[in-house]
């Protein structure tokens, strides 16, 4: 069956530190990726998406970027982070009829 | 572009009974998938239950169902049975069928189970 896994699962950064979030997912090939940002009190917002190794697709400009370095795994990184990149950041793949499946979350709080 | 409403931020259910949550959604296209997902307070995000467009049938799981009102652009769950489990955070999404499957999401109902 297939898993998605995400890690850290928290993480405390200071303004203007780096950032690197990773997951994978195992038990699939060649799945869409996704990465969704969720502050508190609002839905999800969409970040990134991939179809394939190296193809990485920005729905939002920020400081924010993501990688696909092997076609099971997806980054999310930044050089310096910014107060509001606080939030929690979602990994996803997609299923054959269309569905989403998550990963467990990464709670970033920026002071 | 597809946006997708839910009207309700907060609702609360006795356990035992039927509470419905409302989506409605704004789309020219005519062939997508509907969704709702529950995040409970484990924050992690899990698919309720999935319509498909095409489909007249409304789909249900288990104690979830939908009614699917495809002229209205409606598309409403409802929670037979209401545990306390199912506490949680409701959310509808949308997403076009072909292309790269991007959901969009409503902005969520909370939903409190009371014993």
């Known amino acids: 069956s297939q898993t998605i896994h995400q890690w850290p699962a928290t993480l405390v950064q200071p303004v203007g530190s780096p950032l690197s979030l990773e997951c994978t997912v195992e038990g699939t090939s060649n799945p869409n990726l996704y990465w969704y940002r969720q502050a508190a009190g609002r839905g999800l917002q969409l970040l990134f998406y991939?179809?394939?190794?190296?193809?990485i697709s920005s729905e939002v400009p920020q400081n924010l970027s993501a990688s696909r370095p092997q076609d099971r795994q997806f980054i999310l990184s930044s050089k310096k982070l910014l107060l509001s990149d606080s939030g929690f950041y979602l990994c996803?793949?997609?299923?054959?009829?269309?569905?989403?499946?998550f990963g467990e979350g990464s709670r970033l709080t920026v002071l | 572009a597809q946006t997708v409403t839910q009207s309700q931020p907060e609702m609360s259910v006795q356990e035992a009974e039927t509470v419905t949550l409302s989506c409605t959604y704004d789309?020219?296209?005519?062939?997508?998938?509907l969704f709702w997902y529950k995040q409970p307070p484990s924050r992690q995000m899990i698919l309720v239950i999935r319509?498909?467009?095409?489909?007249?049938q409304n789909a249900t799981e288990n104690r979830f169902s939908v009614n699917f009102q495809k002229a209205a652009k409606s598309f409403s769950l409802k929670i037979s049975d209401s545990q306390l489990g199912d506490t949680a955070m409701y959310f509808c999404a949308f997403m076009k069928q072909g292309g790269s499957e991007k959901l969009v999401f409503g902005k969520g109902t909370k939903l409190t189970v009371n014993p």
């Open positions: 789309t020219s296209e005519s062939n997508y998938y």
């Open positions: 319509q498909e467009a095409y489909k007249q």
């Open positions: 991939s179809v394939g190794i190296g193809q």
């Open positions: 996803a793949w997609s299923g054959v009829s269309g569905e989403l499946f």
